[in-house]
């Protein structure tokens, strides 16, 4: 059963606590992406992860960093959460970066930064 | 520059049809995917397109000209259920990411 798991599902922060958003799948897929999702603007890519280690920033990468020590498990961190980071954020896997490669999305953590 | 152009709301009739138009702009083309989101949910991917002309898939159809820079998503027989909102995304200039539209929110009512 393919899938992708996001933890925590609902979380509120106070502005400069540090925030870890995890996320993990069951399809050995070596890409692995965050997206942050805003009304009006869309999905907009923070970090794409090529496999263990292979890290390259996305389109909105300040503010946040990532780390993946095990091909399953992606984890997005924020260091000092500003109120402008509360947003829907979502994890995605694909087998590879290949034209046709479907993306499949987690469920969403709800952030708000207070 | 590179983006994605859609309409923000779509309104139809249960047993109809809704048509969602996108336009794109990119540095070359990588093919274009259709992703359906429902409210409160994940984007669940419905459709890859790359070559021009319609693509019959029976509830979604695609249609891509490439040389428009245009594509829509065309959903027959419309129920209640296919309320959603309908992501059309593009591969990046380098190929390495999808670059999403905003997404049009097609509601059907009774």
């Known amino acids: 059963d393919m899938k992708v798991t996001q933890m925590p599902r609902y979380l509120i922060k106070r502005m400069g606590e540090n925030v870890l958003l995890e996320c993990g799948q069951d399809?050995?897929?070596?890409?692995m992406y965050w997206y942050r999702q805003d009304p009006g603007l869309g999905l907009q890519l923070i970090y794409i992860?090529?496999?263990?280690?292979?890290?390259s920033e996305g389109d909105i990468p300040k503010g946040y960093r990532v780390s993946r020590k095990k091909r399953e498990h992606f984890s997005l961190i924020l260091d000092s959460a500003k109120t402008n980071q509360t947003s829907v954020y979502f994890c995605?896997?694909?087998?590879?970066?290949?034209?046709?490669?479907?993306?499949?999305f987690g469920p969403g953590t709800r952030l708000l930064v207070l | 520059g590179q983006g994605v152009e859609q309409p923000d709301n779509l309104m139809s009739v249960e047993g109809t049809f809704a048509r969602v138009n996108c336009t794109y702009s990119?540095?070359?083309?990588?093919?274009l995917s259709w992703y359906q989101q429902r409210e409160g949910h994940a984007p669940v991917f419905l459709s890859y397109?790359?070559?021009?002309g319609l693509k019959d898939s029976g509830h979604f159809s695609t249609f891509l000209s490439r040389s428009n820079g245009y594509s829509y998503l065309l959903l027959t027989e419309l129920q209640i259920k296919d309320s959603a909102s309908y992501l059309c995304?593009?591969?990046?200039?380098?190929?390495?990411?999808?670059?999403f539209g905003t997404g049009t929110t097609v509601s059907v009512s009774p």
């Open positions: 995304a593009v591969r990046d200039q380098g190929g390495r990411a999808l670059i």
């Open positions: 995605a896997s694909s087998i590879g970066t290949g034209v046709q490669d479907t993306q499949y």
């Open positions: 399809m050995s897929h070596e890409t």
């Open positions: 990119t540095s070359g083309f990588n093919g």
């Open positions: 992860s090529y496999d263990v280690d292979s890290n």
């Open positions: 397109v790359v070559l021009d």
